[in-house]
């Protein structure tokens, strides 16, 4: 392995142990922050303000890995010289995606308010944040250019997600951090281990 494969799996391997370590310490209750937003954001779900949110979230939530993985799947069809890397993309996605899946049973944390399901980590940001991990490398593998405004993007979205969340306060604030701990560890493991990073030609 060299030293910048090493690197992205450490620093993959280091956010995984960040998502479990705080999973663990808000798992029976919820640290003041929490507290804090979730009473400021009390009851807006019934207001336009939730009302938007919800509008957003529709959007931003579990149907972009589909979205995204349809988008792969045309790119196999049509460019048969990216089809390795389009299964390779695809597998990240999953395996990012299957975070908020397993885990939530792991940590039996209950939400801000009555809501099915459980807390922690947040499906919905699990779903931006791996939709936009896979987006940016599918960039820099094959639009280098576009990679910068890929990562705005993404990072914008989630942060979106994330609030809407909250806002209608069906997660705690750190439900979401633990999303994109949980979706950046198990993407930088699987996207080093499928050799995806680095890219060739990254400065070493």
């Known amino acids: 392995m060299t030293l910048q494969r090493g690197l992205y799996f450490l620093a993959g391997v280091l956010l995984l142990i960040g998502f479990v370590t705080l ?3 808000v798992d029976d209750r919820p640290p003041p922050v929490d507290v804090a937003l979730a009473d400021a954001f009390r009851g807006q779900y019934t207001r336009p303000a939730g009302q938007v949110a919800e509008l957003i979230t529709n959007v931003l939530g579990p149907v972009l890995p589909f979205a995204l993985g ?34 939530k049973p792991l940590f039996y944390r209950e939400r801000p308010r009555e809501f099915p399901d459980l807390s922690y980590p947040s499906g919905h940001v699990v779903a931006v944040a791996c939709t936009g991990f896979v987006a940016v490398l599918l ?18 979205a989630t942060v979106a997600g994330a609030l809407c969340r909250v806002v209608l306060g069906v997660h705690w604030l750190t ?3 633990g999303s994109v701990l949980a979706v950046g560890g198990v993407g930088l493991i699987s996207a080093t281990g499928l050799g995806l990073l680095p890219r060739p030609g990254d400065p070493a």
Do not use: H, M, Q
């Open 139 to 156: 960039c820099a593998w094959t639009r280098p250019r576009l990679t910068r405004l890929a990562i705005t993007i993404a990072v914008a």
């Open 23 to 25: 999973g663990l310490l």
């Open 70 to 103: 349809a988008v792969l799947v045309v790119i196999a069809w049509r460019r048969r010289d990216l089809t390795v890397l389009c299964v390779k993309l695809a597998v990240v996605l999953l395996l990012c995606r299957l975070t908020s899946l397993i885990a």
């Open 175 to 177: 439900d979401t951090a």
